[in-house]
C-alpha cells in the first residue's frame, strides 16, 4: 500500500490502521469468546439435565424402567419441541422423549464441535427433527449390569440467537467506533499541524524583497521554536549573503562608471572642435590610462569574486616559505620604493614557513608592501618582519611611516571600495585591502592594522604555520 | 555664465573645465564637499554641477544646506549612483536637473543652458530684446536680421545682460558672472567691454537697447 508522504496523511493512516486492526481483533476475540461461552453452559445444562435422567432410570423388580417426572416432562411431550432424549439399554430403546415425533429419527455422533471426553461423555451439535440445529450429549454408563445409553439433544436457537444478536451488534458498533476514533484521530492531526501551516504561510512571505522579515520563536509553538530560530538564522546568513551581492554589484557598477565617465568625457572633449596632434595625442594617452585602469578594477573584481565563490579550497595548499614571499614584494615594488625615496628593511626569523595557496598569499603581501610605499611620506621608511608568535602562528607585520590610518577608517579600510578620505582621488581602486582579507581569512588568518594618523601605521598578517 | 563644478574625481573634473570652457563658460573647480560648499556660499554662480559622493561633505548636504539658506543657484546632479532613489532624493532636496555617469557633454551643456535660462525666468533658448536675437545654443547675435561678430566676452556680457533684460545689473554682478573667481579686476573693465558693445549693436541701430543707470550699472532693455 502507498503511504502518504504527508506528515497528516501519515498520522491519519497509521491511527487509522492502529484503531482498525485493534478494534477488528477486540470484536473478534469477544465474538469467539462468547460463543465459547454459549457453548460450555450448553453443554454443562446437558450434563446436569443427563445427571437427572440417571436418577430417573430405576430397577423396578427385575425390570428397569425409566419414568419422567411431571415437572421435567412438559418440554418433551411437545413434538419438535427442540428437547429431546432417547434412551438405550444395551441396544434396545428404553424411553425416547414424544417430541422426538418421528421414531425412527436418529442423532448421528460426529458433527461439528465434537468432542469426547474419553469417559462416555459425547457432545456434539447436530440437526434436529424440525431441522433446528441442536446440541446433543451422548452419555454411556453401567447400571444393573447392562450398558446405558442416554441421548440429550436441545435446541441451540436461543444461544445461536444470543450470539447472532451479539454479532449484529458488533458489526454496527465496530465500523461506527473506527470511524468515530479515525474523526477524532484526523482532528487530532489537525491541530497538531496547524502551527506548521501558520509556519508555512509566514515563510512563504519572506522573498528576497523582504529578507530582512523573520519568524518570531515566541509566537511559534514550543516543537517549532527551535526551527524558527535555525530558519531565522538561515536567512540571516542568507541576508547577509544577498546584501553584500548587492552592495558589490551596485559598489563595481559605480566604480566602473567613473573611468567610463572620464573617457566619455574625454572623447567628447576632444571632438568638440578641431585639435592639434598634440592635443589628440594627450586625449589618447589619458583614454589609455584610464583603461588600464578599468582593466585592474575588473581584474581586481573577478579575483575577489573568485575569493568569495571560495576558489581557494580548490587550489593546492602546501608549504610556502615567509622570506621569499616577502623578497618577492621587495624586489616588485624596488622601483616604485626608488621613485618615493621609500627605504625598505626585512627582518624575520629563519625557516618560517606558513601553510596556504603561494600565488594568492604572494598577492597579499605584495598589496600590503605596495600600500606601505604608496601611502608612505616622500624618502619615508617601510620596515618588515616575521617572525612566530605566541600562539604558534606566523606573524608578518609590516610597518610604514606615512599618512596613517584615521580611528574611524579603521574598520572601514578592509570594506569593497571603501576609500579613506584622505586617499580619494590618487591611484588605486579601494579594493587592495579587502583582497588582501578575503585572502587571509580563506587561510584561517587575520588582518588587523594598528596607527597613529600622519605619523606611521602597521598592518599584521597572523597565517597559520606550516 | 559662470559654474562650479564640484567633482572629486580630478581627471574628470579638469575635464569638464576644459570642456565648458570651450563652450564660453567660465568654470571654477572644487575637489571636495567642504571646499565646494564654501565656494557656493561665497562666490555667484549661474549653475552647480554637483556629485553626490563626496570626501568630506557629501552632494545631499551641500544641496540641502544650500537650499536652507535660501540660495536658488540651479543645481545639476551628476553621479554614478544610478537608483531612483537618490534622483528622487536629490530632486526633492532642491535640485534643479539630474544627469547619470557616463554622460554626453553636449547633452550636459544643453542642460546646462537650459537651467540657467529658466532660472531667470527665460524658456526658449532664443532671446529677444526688441530687434535683437541672442541664440544660446549656437551662440550667435542678430539685430534687424544682420549678424553681429561678438568677441567671447563680449558675448558672455550680452547674454548675462539679455538674461537679466529689464533689471539693472552691477559692474560688479557683471565681473563676478563673466569671469573666473581668481581673476581680480578693475570694475572698469566692463566700462570697456559695454563701449565695445554699443559699437556693435547699438551704434548703426536704433533705438539703443544697452543704457547707463548713474551709479547703479547697466540695463539692457528696449525703451518706447
Known sequence: ?466 | MKILVIEDEKRLAQLLKQGLEEQGFIVDLAYDGSEGQFQAEHYPYDAILLDLSLPVVDGLTILKALREQGNGVPVLIITARGDVGDRIRGLNLGADDYLAKPFDLEELIARIHDLIRRSRGQSSPQLKIGSLIINTNSRTVTRSESEITLSAREYDLLAYLALNAGRVVSRTELIDHIYSTDCELDSNVIDVYINYLRNKIDKTFSPPLIHTVRGAGYILEERP
Open chain 1, 1 to 466: 500500500m502507498l503511504i502518504p508522504r504527508s506528515i497528516a496523511g501519515r498520522l491519519l493512516f497509521w491511527q487509522t490502521a492502529g484503531v482498525t486492526v485493534i478494534m477488528l481483533t477486540l470484536g473478534v476475540i469477544l465474538y469467539v469468546e462468547i460463543k465459547e461461552i454459549v457453548f460450555a453452559s450448553m453443554d454443562r445444562a446437558l450434563y446436569s439435565k443427563v445427571q437427572i435422567f440417571t436418577g430417573l432410570i430405576h430397577d423396578e423388580r427385575g425390570t428397569v424402567k425409566m419414568e419422567l417426572s411431571d415437572i421435567i416432562a412438559g418440554d418433551y411431550v411437545i413434538p419438535r419441541s427442540g428437547h429431546y432424549y432417547r434412551v438405550l439399554k444395551g441396544d434396545a430403546v428404553l424411553a425416547e422423549s414424544p417430541s422426538l415425533a418421528d421414531n425412527n429419527f436418529s442423532f448421528a455422533a460426529g458433527g461439528t464441535r465434537y468432542s469426547d471426553n474419553g469417559v462416555g461423555e459425547l457432545y456434539f451439535s447436530a440437526v434436529g427433527p424440525a431441522k433446528e440445529s441442536v446440541r446433543v450429549l451422548q452419555y454411556r454408563y453401567e447400571a444393573f449390569g447392562d450398558t446405558f445409553e442416554i441421548t440429550l439433544a436441545e435446541s441451540m436457537s436461543d444461544g445461536i440467537a444470543m450470539v447472532e444478536v451479539f454479532r449484529g451488534f458488533l458489526l454496527l458498533v465496530l465500523p461506527i467506533g473506527i470511524m468515530l476514533l479515525c474523526l477524532t484521530a484526523w482532528r487530532i492531526t489537525r491541530s497538531a499541524l496547524a502551527p506548521l501551516a501558520s509556519f508555512t504561510t509566514t515563510i512563504e512571505k519572506i522573498t528576497h524583497r523582504n529578507m530582512d522579515e523573520r519568524l518570531d520563536p515566541q509566537k511559534t509553538a514550543l516543537e517549532l521554536t527551535s526551527l524558527a530560530v535555525s530558519f531565522n538564522d538561515m536567512l540571516n546568513r542568507l541576508h547577509h549573503v544577498f546584501e553584500s551581492q548587492k552592495r558589490l554589484v551596485a559598489d563595481a557598477s559605480h566604480e566602473l562608471k567613473t573611468p567610463l565617465t572620464v573617457i566619455r568625457t574625454q572623447c567628447d572633449v576632444v571632438l568638440l572642435k578641431e585639435r592639434s596632434p598634440v592635443e589628440y595625442n594627450e586625449a589618447i594617452s589619458g583614454i589609455r590610462s584610464e583603461t588600464l585602469n578599468m582593466t585592474q578594477l575588473v581584474n581586481n573584481l573577478l579575483f575577489l569574486a573568485r575569493l568569495d565563490a571560495g576558489v581557494m579550497g580548490g587550489l593546492k595548499f602546501m608549504s610556502v616559505n615567509v622570506q621569499d614571499l616577502i623578497s618577492r614584494a621587495t624586489r616588485l615594488t624596488e622601483s616604485m620604493a626608488v621613485r618615493k625615496g621609500v627605504q625598505i628593511s626585512v627582518s624575520t626569523e629563519d625557516k618560517l614557513q606558513v601553510y596556504g595557496v603561494q600565488s594568492a598569499l604572494e598577492e597579499a603581501t605584495l598589496n600590503l608592501v605596495e600600500n606601505a610605499i604608496r601611502y608612505n611620506r616622500t624618502g619615508g621608511e617601510v620596515h618588515i618582519t616575521a617572525a612566530l608568535n605566541t600562539t604558534g602562528q606566523v606573524a608578518i607585520e609590516i610597518h610604514d611611516t606615512g599618512i596613517g590610518i584615521g580611528s574611524e577608517d579603521n574598520d572601514l579600510i578592509f570594506e569593497r571600495f571603501y576609500r579613506a578620505a584622505a586617499v580619494r582621488g590618487t591611484e588605486g581602486s579601494g579594493l587592495g585591502l579587502s583582497i588582501v582579507k578575503s585572502i587571509v581569512e580563506a587561510h584561517d588568518g587575520e588582518i588587523s592594522v594598528i596607527s597613529e594618523p600622519g605619523k606611521w601605521s602597521r598592518f599584521t598578517m597572523t597565517l597559520p604555520s606550516a
